[in-house]
């Protein structure tokens, strides 16, 4: 069983840098690719990053590459979302998402989900 916590959100200006954090109180996140998403008020959830389960491969949506960077650590459980040059139109939630097998860029692909973290960006 998957069982994910994001932390790391906040209040930052234009430039700004934040890294995210999720963690998983489980004992199969190693087999788990996972997925940063994330859902502005009013707008469809939409997809981040994802980075399959040996961190081999790692996707991006064109509006955060060069940006934001996706990392895990298997040995701690937990998956990184390093973001960069923060923009306003990067304000959001930021959830994290597991699923066996291959990335996908859909939420409804993904099986499990954390709660969510707060990130606001201002100009």
């Known amino acids: 069983q998957v069982q994910l916590v994001e932390s790391g959100g906040g209040l930052v200006q234009a430039g700004d840098s934040l890294r995210l954090s999720c963690a998983d109180s489980?004992?199969?996140?190693?087999?788990?690719?996972m997925a940063w998403f994330r859902q502005a008020p009013g707008k469809e959830r939409e997809f981040v990053a994802a980075?399959?389960?040996?961190?081999?491969?790692?996707y991006y949506a064109d509006s955060v590459k060069g940006r934001f960077t996706i990392s895990r650590d298997n040995t701690k459980n937990t998956v990184y979302l390093q973001m960069n040059s923060l923009k306003p139109e990067d304000t959001a939630v930021y959830y994290c998402?597991?699923?066996?097998?291959?990335?996908?860029?859909?939420?409804?692909?993904?099986?499990?989900w954390g709660q969510g973290t707060q990130v606001t960006v201002s100009s």
């Open positions: 998402a597991g699923r066996r097998g291959n990335i996908y860029t859909t939420p409804s692909n993904y099986d499990y």
């Open positions: 489980g004992r199969t996140f190693s087999l788990y690719t």
């Open positions: 980075i399959g389960s040996s961190a081999t491969y790692t």
